[in-house]
Every structure is written in structure tokens, then in C-alpha cells.
């Protein structure tokens, strides 16, 4: 059950990583040039081939468009005997090879074994890489449960921004129509948007208290843009897709990537 597990995750993590070989590709060859959308577009492909365990197979492949021709074989009744005496002959040699394996093996009893303990050794790894996965899965995960709910708590303490008039303009240059709160906390070093039903965004004390008003507007923009893009509640699903996926390390860098 757990092997076939691995092996279903593994073949996910493989088919991902080509996907994603491509696209950080493109973005290194395109940079800034890469539309946005499409950009998200290609990274919710590979995210969904992390998690949904299914194989798509194309009715239009390449290899359904060509056509192999059978082959015909026309043999003359010589050949048909010369075909007959060659199988005679492979079969007597067949024969007295196996008689000479036979005679090796019963000369050799000592290394009946050594092939035995190869496949059991081999056996055991098999067995046990699984176990490391699952091990490995599940502590990243709840590292990452743990890790939100400290973070959740440190942010109770954050106190409205004085600057908070300036989201309704910003959201109405996105056309964002949601009821977004602004906050300042001396816990965090950089902006962050929090909560899945009553989002709000958090800025630093420091930058709250050192920027001017220009310099907010682009930033409230920024964490806007997010909001606006669920960015908040896909990066839950990125990092499940990352503690699935945790001994491949494009699935790191493309988790990385995908934040910027």
C-alpha cells in the first residue's frame, strides 16, 4: 500500500519536474517579457501534476498519426527446410548447454546463495525508502501547521494602520471589490496578507512609520494584487504539494520561483 504510494507520488514528481524544467526555462529566457498571467498559468499546471495522480493521455499523440505497414514474408520451400534443420540444431545446442549448467551448479553449491541475499538486501532498501518519504512528508507538514498557527498568534497583537484610508483607493484602481483591513505589527520584517475569510494585510511598523504616502499606496497595491489572485489560498496548497514532494528539489526551486 505505502509502496505503491511512493511509486505514485514519485512518477507525479517526475512528469512535474519536466513541466517545470520548461517553464523556469522560458522565464529565464523571456524575464520580464513572460505575461503574468500566463506565468500563473504555467505554474497551476505543474501544481495540479503534483497533486492530482492521474495520467493524461493525448488522443492526437504522434504516434496514432503513423501508420506502420505490416510486413509480408514469402519463403520457398527450401527455406522452409533449412528453417527446420536450423531449429533442430538450437535445439541440441540448448540442450547440451543446459546439461552443462546443471553440472556447474551442482559443482558450485556455495554460490547458490550469494544471488539470494543480493535480492533480499535489495528487498529491504525498496521497503524501506517509502518509510523515509512518509517520515519525511509528515514532519514537513507539521512544521508547516505549527509554523502558521506561531505566526497567526504573534499577529494578534497588530494594532490599525493610521494609513488605512488609502486601501479603498487602491482597491479601486483594481477594481477589487472586497473589504480589506490594514494593520502594523513589530513582529514582521516584511508585508504579508493573512487570513482565508477575513483577509487583511500586515506591514511592518517600521516601514508603516517611515514611508510616505506614495510608497504605501504602491505597497498596499502590491499585497492587493495577491488578494486579488487568491495568492493567499494557493500558497496553502503549494506547500501541501511541497510536503509531498519534498525529496525533489525543482519542486523546491519552482516553489520559490512561483512566490516572486
Given amino acids: 500500500m505505502l509502496e505503491n504510494m511512493f511509486e505514485t507520488v514519485l512518477e507525479m514528481s517526475i512528469t512535474a519536474s519536466v513541466a517545470a524544467v520548461v517553464i523556469i526555462f522560458f522565464r529565464w529566457l523571456l524575464g520580464s517579457k513572460l505575461p ?25 499523440s504522434v504516434f496514432n498519426a503513423i501508420s506502420v505497414p505490416k510486413a509480408t514474408i514469402i ?111 513589530e513582529k514582521i520584517n516584511t508585508p504579508v496578507v493573512c487570513g482565508l475569510l477575513r483577509t487583511s494585510i500586515i506591514l511592518p511598523l517600521e516601514l508603516a512609520q517611515s514611508s510616505d504616502e506614495q510608497e504605501l499606496k504602491h505597497i498596499i497595491t502590491h499585497e492587493l494584487v495577491h488578494i486579488k489572485r487568491f495568492d493567499y489560498m494557493i500558497k496553502p496548497i503549494a506547500v501541501l504539494a511541497l510536503c509531498l514532494h519534498w525529496f525533489n528539489p525543482i519542486v523546491w526551486l519552482s516553489f520559490v520561483l512561483s512566490l516572486k
Fill in 36 to 60: 503574468k498571467i500566463f506565468s500563473y498559468a504555467l505554474w497551476a499546471i505543474i501544481l495540479f501534476r503534483l497533486l492530482v495522480p492521474i495520467s493524461m493521455t493525448s488522443m492526437f
Fill in 75 to 185: 519463403q520457398s520451400p527450401d527455406a522452409d527446410n533449412r528453417f527446420s534443420g536450423s531449429i533442430d540444431n538450437m535445439r541440441t545446442v540448448a540442450r547440451n548447454n543446459s546439461d552443462n549448467v546443471e553440472e556447474y551448479n551442482t559443482s558450485s553449491p556455495q554460490s547458490e546463495g550469494a544471488p539470494e541475499k543480493q535480492v533480499v538486501a535489495r528487498k529491504g532498501l525498496i521497503s524501506v525508502i517509502p518509510w523515509v518519504w512518509l517520515s519525511g512528508a509528515v514532519g514537513l507538514f507539521v512544521f508547516s501547521i505549527f509554523a502558521y498557527f506561531r505566526t497567526s498568534h504573534s499577529l494578534r497583537e497588530a494594532v490599525l494602520c493610521k494609513h488605512r484610508a488609502l486601501v479603498p483607493l487602491c482597491s479601486q484602481n483594481l477594481s477589487l471589490k472586497r473589504d480589506v483591513k490594514i494593520f502594523m505589527s
